[in-house]
């Protein structure tokens, strides 16, 4: 199970904070994606969207890439 929209861990993916490293193109993309945004923009506002955007797609794709996910989230 994943953790809540409103948990920290979130934040942190989003900003590169806590690495994402992945043999997955997707999770790859969206690390960059993220990072490039973040940097850009480090706004309060950017980062709760990077933020919404990350466990959107975690929360989407769960089932496909759980075992991937098990691991950025320990």
Same mark, same amino acid.
């Given at each position: 199970m994943l953790p809540a929209a409103s948990h920290p861990v979130w934040v942190q #993916?989003?900003?590169?904070?806590?690495p994402v490293q992945?043999?997955?193109?997707? #999770?790859?993309l969206?690390?960059?994606?993220?990072?490039?945004?973040?940097?850009?923009?480090?706004s309060s506002e950017n980062v709760k969207l990077l933020a919404a955007k990350?466990?959107?797609?975690? #929360?989407?794709?769960e089932l496909v890439f759980a075992s991937e996910f098990?691991? #950025?989230l320990k």
């Open positions: #993916i989003a900003t590169g904070k806590k992945s043999g997955n193109l997707a #999770i790859n969206l690390a960059k994606s993220n990072k490039n945004s973040f940097e850009r923009d480090p990350t466990h959107e797609f975690f #929360i989407k794709y098990a691991q #950025i």
